[in-house]
Structures are given as structure tokens and as C-alpha cells.
């Protein structure tokens, strides 16, 4: 998986913008590619985390893509009695809509102020993982000088 997750990537991406934004994009990923794709996913997850404002102390967030269908949010916290809690989200991108699973509940369509809110999500991410983690311009691929 190694030797050839940099075209993994890239298809991923470009796949996923095409599916949430209407328009494929080229990327390369050439100065990461010693890197496997756990570790890009755990990189870019560090930027996802941010989209949705500062990470309250004791909380943990990650939002992040594991292929060109599927991203997760994910939530660790405290209450205040100490207990633990976590909930992880996974949106599913099919040709009839977007669909979201949590766990104990059935698929549910996503709609709404929701899709609204995970599309810009979805480019908030992209452009910053592919300008902060990839140094490349989100709209052309190439590399930002």
C-alpha cells in the first residue's frame, strides 16, 4: 500500500470534490510520499479537527476522509462527572445522496442545514489540507511557492 498511496490520495480527492463540489481536482502529494496512508490520514485529521472552532480541553475531535466515499467525525469527551463518552459519525457519498450512520441508529439521509454544513466542512478541509499538509494550491494541484 505503501508504493502507491500518493495515487491513492490523489484519487481520493478527486473523486470526493467531484462528489461534494461537482469538479475533480489534481493534486500530487510527491513530498509525502514516504508516508503511508494511515499517517497522511492522521496529518490531514489534525487540520480537520480545526474546521469546527478550538478543541475544548479534555475533548478530542477528528474529521477526516478514509477513501473517496467516507468521512468520519469523531468526539471523545468528559462530563461532568468524569464518565466517558465518544461519538463517531461516518458519511457515506452514494450516487443517491449522502448518507450518515451512527452507532445503535439506522442511515439516515443528510439534508438540509446539515449537507450545507458538511460541504463547506468539505472545502474548508481541502483547501486547507491541500495549502497547509500538501504546500499545493487547492484549485490548480500546483505547488504554492
Not at 462528489?19 to 487540520?47: C, F, K, M
Amino acid at each position: 500500500m505503501k508504493a502507491n498511496h500518493t495515487g491513492t490520495r490523489r484519487s481520493l480527492w478527486r473523486q470526493t470534490v467531484a462528489a461534494l463540489r461537482g469538479a475533480p481536482r489534481e493534486s500530487t502529494v510527491d513530498q509525502l510520499y514516504h508516508l503511508s496512508q494511515r499517517e497522511l490520514i492522521h496529518l490531514e485529521s489534525q487540520i480537520g479537527r480545526e474546521i469546527f472552532g478550538p478543541v475544548a480541553k479534555g475533548h478530542r475531535r477528528e474529521f477526516f476522509n478514509t477513501g473517496p466515499e467516507t468521512w468520519i467525525w469523531h468526539e471523545e469527551w468528559k462530563d461532568e462527572r468524569g464518565a466517558q463518552h465518544q461519538l463517531t459519525t461516518r458519511y457515506d457519498i452514494r450516487p443517491d445522496g449522502i448518507w450518515k450512520s451512527q452507532p445503535g441508529l439506522r442511515y439516515e439521509s443528510v439534508q438540509g442545514e446539515e449537507l450545507a454544513n458538511l460541504r463547506l466542512a468539505v472545502q474548508i478541509y481541502y483547501e486547507r489540507v491541500m495549502r497547509e499538509l500538501y504546500k499545493r494550491n487547492p484549485a490548480t494541484g500546483k505547488k504554492l511557492l
